[in-house]
């Protein structure tokens, strides 16, 4: 089992949409949690991270964390074909660096 | 403020040939990660560097392969010899410690024939 997993996608909305990306994760020890974004042929960008169960907004962006469930979320708000782009997700367990995820592909359809 | 700079951007090599991947962190920055993309295999932690030491290298894959980081500025990525299966792009990341958020380079696209 890999320690984070996401669906690969590619995962299609229409513009204007919310996008719900999702991830789990194997380790419980995990203590935060990294949304990164990646488009094509470019390098990784953070998005925002979260450490606490609940929710996190940042602009059209919302991280939740569910730690009994093992389970992050990212949700984008009024999708635009401008976040169209993979998502990784990415955890941090205290024993080395951050572990990534294989990505979801999401596409805005306008 | 200058991100991470790696060189270079694209490498086109024969095998057998040595390859050198070069990364300068960000300034400040004490954890140094070396990273492969592949379309099969995603992003692969090969290297993590705290304070210029060698931490975790379990991801590298075979002897080939070598890393060293001799001051807190730069970092060099070998290869030697080249096969056409470490055809990928290869990025370097920093961040302030190891839990941080890690900023990537924009990476180094390298093609064994």
């Known amino acids: 089992q890999k320690e984070v997993e996401q669906n690969s996608g590619p995962l299609s909305v229409p513009e204007g949409a919310i996008a719900s990306l999702n991830c789990t994760y194997s380790d419980r020890g995990s203590q935060s949690f990294f949304w990164y974004r990646q488009y094509s042929g470019k390098s990784p960008e953070l998005i925002m991270f979260?450490?606490?169960?609940g929710d996190k907004e940042d602009g059209r962006f919302t991280a939740q964390l569910n730690k009994a469930s093992q389970y992050v979320s990212l949700l984008i708000r009024d999708s635009q074909p401008s976040d169209s782009a993979t998502y990784l997700c990415?955890?941090?367990?205290?024993?080395?660096?951050?572990?990534f995820g294989s990505g979801t592909r999401l596409q805005v359809q306008p | 403020d200058a991100g991470v700079i790696q060189s270079p951007r694209h490498e086109v090599t024969e095998m057998g040939q040595e390859v050198t991947l070069r990364c300068k962190p960000i300034?400040?920055?004490?954890?140094l990660f070396w990273y492969r993309q592949t379309m099969m295999r995603g992003l692969e932690l090969l290297i993590y560097f705290n304070n210029n030491v060698p931490i975790d290298d379990s991801g590298m894959p075979e002897d080939r392969f070598s890393a060293k980081m001799p001051n807190a500025s730069f970092s060099t990525l070998k290869i030697q010899p080249s096969e056409p299966r470490d055809s990928a792009v290869y990025f370097c990341a920093s961040s302030l410690q190891g839990r941080d958020t890690q900023y990537f380079g924009p990476g180094t696209r390298l093609t064994v024939l």
């Open positions: 300034s400040g920055h004490n954890s």
């Open positions: 990415a955890s941090y367990t205290g024993r080395r660096a951050l572990t």
């Open positions: 979260i450490y606490s169960n």
